[in-house]
C-alpha cells in the first residue's frame, strides 16, 4: 500500500499573495494530478503529470503554476490568490497500468483560506 | 473535449432499497474508461467502480452495479441493498482512451440514507 501526503492541510494567505501547495506520493505512481474542489461542487482539473518534469493544463489551469522536480512529489502554486479561490485542493496519482481496477488515489487535501 | 455532466444535485432513499445516480458524458475518443467514486464527510475520496466502454458487461462490485448506456453516453451507479454509511457524495468520471491520462469529474450527487 501507499499514501499520498498533502501540506499544509490548512493554509491561509492574503489576496494577491503567492502560495505553494505540496504534495508526496509513495506509491511510485508515474501520473500525478491537482484538483479543485469549491464548497459542494465537484472536482476541477488544474494540473496534471504524466512524469518527472512534465506538465500538462487541465480546464482550471489559470492563475496556477505547477512543479515536478521527482516522480514522488507535485507541487503547484497559487500565483496571485484571490478571495474567491477559497476551496479544497486536492491531489492524486494513478497507477501506470490502467487495466488494474483502481485508479486514482487521493490525498486528504489542502484548505485555502484567502483573507 | 470530454465533459461528465450529473443532474442530480441531491437525493433522500430510505435504507435498504435501491438508489440509482445519473451521469451523461461527452467524448470524442471511441476508446475510454469511466468511474465512481465517493467522497464520504471526513472528505476522503475512494474509487468505487469502473466501467471499460469496449465492455458490454455492466460492471458490478459488491452492492454497487453500472447501467451502461453506450449509445446514450448514460453511465448510472446503481446501490442495492442502501446502508446508512452509504451517505456520501457520489462523483462520475471519465478518462478518455490510451493516449492520455487525463480524469475530468462530475459535480456530484449528495446521497442521503435514511432510517
Known amino acids: 500500500g501507499g499514501i499520498i501526503t498533502q501540506t499544509p492541510k490548512f493554509l491561509i494567505g492574503q489576496e494577491g499573495q503567492k502560495l505553494t501547495l505540496k504534495c508526496q506520493q509513495n506509491f511510485n505512481h508515474d501520473t500525478m494530478y491537482w484538483y479543485r474542489q469549491d464548497s459542494g461542487k465537484g472536482l476541477r482539473l488544474i494540473y496534471y503529470?504524466?512524469?518527472?518534469?512534465?506538465?500538462q493544463k487541465g480546464d482550471l489551469s489559470e492563475g496556477y503554476d505547477a512543479s515536478r522536480e521527482k516522480k514522488s512529489s507535485f507541487s503547484l502554486t497559487v500565483t496571485s490568490a484571490q478571495k474567491n479561490e477559497m476551496a479544497v485542493f486536492l491531489c492524486?496519482?494513478?497507477?501506470?497500468?490502467?487495466?488494474?481496477?483502481?485508479?486514482?488515489?487521493f490525498g486528504s487535501g489542502t484548505r485555502l483560506t484567502v483573507l | 473535449a470530454q465533459k461528465v455532466t450529473q443532474t442530480q444535485t441531491s437525493i433522500s432513499v430510505m435504507e435498504k432499497t435501491t438508489v440509482t445516480m445519473d451521469c451523461v458524458y461527452e467524448t470524442q475518443d471511441s476508446s475510454y474508461f469511466l468511474f465512481w467514486y465517493k467522497q464520504t464527510a471526513s472528505g476522503e475520496i475512494v474509487f468505487l467502480i469502473r466501467q471499460d466502454s469496449y465492455k458490454k458487461e455492466n460492471a458490478t462490485v459488491g452492492h454497487y452495479s453500472l447501467n451502461f448506456q453506450k449509445p446514450k453516453s448514460s453511465i448510472g451507479l446503481i446501490i442495492t441493498a442502501t446502508q446508512i454509511e452509504d451517505s456520501a457524495v457520489y462523483f462520475c468520471?471519465?478518462?478518455?482512451?490510451?493516449?492520455?491520462?487525463?480524469?475530468?469529474f462530475g459535480t456530484g450527487t449528495r446521497l442521503q440514507v435514511l432510517p
Open positions: 503529470s504524466i512524469t518527472e518534469n512534465d506538465l
Open positions: 492524486a496519482s494513478s497507477s501506470p497500468d490502467w487495466a488494474s481496477a483502481e485508479t486514482l488515489y
Open positions: 468520471a471519465m478518462r478518455e482512451g490510451h493516449n492520455t491520462d487525463k480524469v475530468v
